[in-house]
Nanobody, 124 residues
């Protein structure tokens, strides 16, 4: 089992920055990748960014590429999402997720552990 706890959400204005953190505990040594997903009201949960836990390679959704940066700290078992130049359309609940199995790291269905989510609201 892996437990994930997100922090860092809040209310900001368009163009501001925000940093989300995800702290992992439990069987983190078996993690293949960790990612961030988001869900806006009335919409499906969508991929934002992910990082391979061992190699550190990353993948981003087109909508956040160039604005968001995902990074991991293997020693601290944490993953962060630095979000710059935030837009109103970034407003959503952001979820941290972890997956044990190889596959496409932007595939929501491949993640078997999820955090409780943290709200990000961008006011225009």
């Amino acid at each position: 089992q892996v437990q994930l706890v997100e922090s860092g959400g809040g209310l900001v204005q368009t163009g501001d920055s925000l940093r989300l953190s995800c702290s992992a505990s439990g069987r983190t040594f078996s993690s293949y990748a960790m990612g961030w997903f988001r869900q806006a009201p009335g919409k499906e949960r969508e991929f934002v960014a992910a990082v391979h836990w061992r190699g550190g390679s990353t993948l981003y959704a087109d909508s956040v590429k160039g604005r968001f940066t995902i990074s991991r700290d293997s020693a601290k078992n944490t993953v962060t999402l630095q979000m710059n130049n935030l837009k109103a359309e970034d407003t959503a609940v952001y979820y941290c997720a972890s997956r044990d199995f190889s596959g496409y790291i932007n595939d929501r269905l491949g993640y078997n552990y999820w955090g409780q989510g943290t709200q990000v609201t961008v006011s225009s």
